[in-house]
């Protein structure tokens, strides 16, 4: 039988495991990525970048794309609802990032997102996803096979219970010559709500299946699974349940990198040892103090509050030390608050 965690392929990009860091908005940026492969992840994507934005050359817009410093590889992940911007966005991407693949949002339920035609709309129109997958395949230089950046779609189950379209969004993405999708099996009503429907996962992982035996010569496009990961037994149950390739930790990560450690130990030796305070807290600074370093002390402060939060879960005293950490302001007032594990 083989083994639960194992190498993947991608296109033409080879990954030592099948253990990844989902894109999070307002949460992947390089430094937490970073601190994500030091733990043990096979691979990640960064937070949605906006085509638009990219095609009209907004530097923040930018910065999003930047590779950790220990990534040898990565996903940029972009959204849009319109094939000719997607497609330029695709061609700066690779320019100005060299990243291994590109990823399609095509499952983000927020409003805002939605309205433009991106995101979860994408999964209940599937010929429009299928033209934009298409125009950002061949702005990549066409199937990886024959050479080009792998592309990659991440889907819903669905726009609402009545409307499950997850299977047409599927194959026109397969039939637009993506390399791999990933299902987070969620309706766009229910947005982080509720259950995911790993059911659903399994189905799409049968229909992957048989298109690619009825393609023939060999050819393998993998399921990524996602949706209700937050802890090792979670990335197990999901593999063993649904047959899916890899699994993709989300919200399960947040604070808690070492779940890509503790998981790979799980899959491999059957059990994992919990991660002491000290190194939780360490870990927590190497983010902060990188996140200081791509932008500024200022902002890196603000934004590891609610990731400092995250950090403490489990830790003695934890509520204590949140209650002072909502005020911290600068990387002494985070040393302060965690001189006692600070070696």
């Known amino acids: 039988m083989e083994s639960l965690y194992h190498p993947v392929k991608i296109g033409n990009v080879e990954l030592k495991g099948n253990l990844f860091l ?5 949460y992947s940026d390089a430094a937490f990525r970073s601190v ?7 691979f990640t994507y960064t937070e949605m970048v906006s085509a638009e934005a990219l095609v009209r050359k907004n530097l923040k817009t930018e910065i999003l794309m930047r590779r950790a410093y220990n990534e040898k590889a ?52 599937p010929e ?3 033209k934009i997958a298409e125009a950002v395949v061949k702005a990549a230089g066409g199937k990886s096979e024959k050479g080009g950046v792998p592309v990659t779609v991440k889907i819903r189950s669905g726009w609402e219970q ?19 999708i990933t299902i987070h099996p969620r309706t766009r009503a229910q947005g982080y709500e509720g259950h995911s429907d790993w059911s659903i996962m399994k189905e799409l992982v049968e229909l992957v299946k048989n298109w690619n035996i009825r393609q023939g010569e060999g050819r393998h496009i993998p399921v990524f699974g996602s949706g209700d990961l937050f802890k090792p037994e979670d990335a197990r149950k999901m593999l063993l349940e649904t047959g899916a390739d890899a699994v993709m930790f989300a919200r399960g990560a947040m604070g808690n990198p070492f779940i890509f450690r503790d998981a790979t130990s799980l899959l491999t030796e059957g059990s994992y040892e919990p991660v002491p305070a000290e190194e939780r807290v360490k870990t927590g600074f190497a983010e902060l103090e990188r996140l200081a370093q791509e932008t500024s002390e200022q902002h890196a402060c603000l934004e590891m509050r609610k990731r400092f939060a995250a950090y403490s879960k489990g ?5 204590a030390l949140r209650a002072k950490i909502v005020h911290a302001a600068t990387i002494q007032d985070y040393k302060d608050i965690f001189s006692q594990y600070i070696c």
């Open 74 to 125: 990565y996903s940029v992940q972009i959204f849009g609802g319109e094939p000719e911007i997607m497609r330029d966005a695709a061609g700066i991407v690779l320019e100005k990032t060299g990243c291994e693949v590109i990823d399609i949002n095509c499952g983000c339920p927020v409003p805002k997102i939605i309205k433009t035609g991106a995101g979860s709309a994408l999964t209940r129109d």
């Open 315 to 319: 830790i003695s005293g934890g509520a």
């Open 22 to 26: 989902a894109p999070v908005a307002g």
């Open 36 to 42: 994500c492969i030091e733990n043990g992840a096979c």
């Open 162 to 180: 009545k409307q499950m379209t997850w299977r047409e969004a599927a194959l026109a993405a397969l039939e637009a010559g993506v390399s791999a």
């Open 128 to 130: 429009r996803l299928f």
